[in-house]
């Protein structure tokens, strides 16, 4: 392989994004704009979510003795 050249698959669709330094992929990991903006739709619209938090910790569940 190339160095400096990196192949993913688009998160959306599947096709193969080639970016190397002369490529310029404007829209990496994407393959398009529109697989970009579906993804976006797709977190505003919360089909994607972080389910654990950030930081590694639980969130614990408020017990009934705390409400």
């Given at each position: 392989?190339?160095?400096?050249?990196?192949?993913?698959?688009?998160?959306?669709?599947?096709?193969?994004?080639?970016?190397?330094?002369?490529s310029?992929?404007?829209?990496?990991?994407?393959?398009?704009?529109?697989?970009?903006?579906?993804?976006?739709g797709?977190?505003?619209?919360?089909?994607?979510?972080?389910?654990?938090?950030?930081?590694?910790?639980?969130?614990?569940?408020?017990?009934k003795e705390?409400?």
């Amino acid at each position: 392989m190339d160095p400096g050249k990196l192949k993913v698959r688009c998160p959306m669709c599947r096709k193969l994004v080639v970016r190397s330094p002369q490529s310029k992929a404007p829209f990496f990991p994407f393959c398009s704009e529109r697989c970009k903006l579906i993804d976006l739709g797709k977190w505003l619209g919360e089909e994607h979510r972080i389910h654990e938090p950030l930081d590694g910790r639980r969130r614990e569940e408020p017990t009934k003795e705390a409400q």
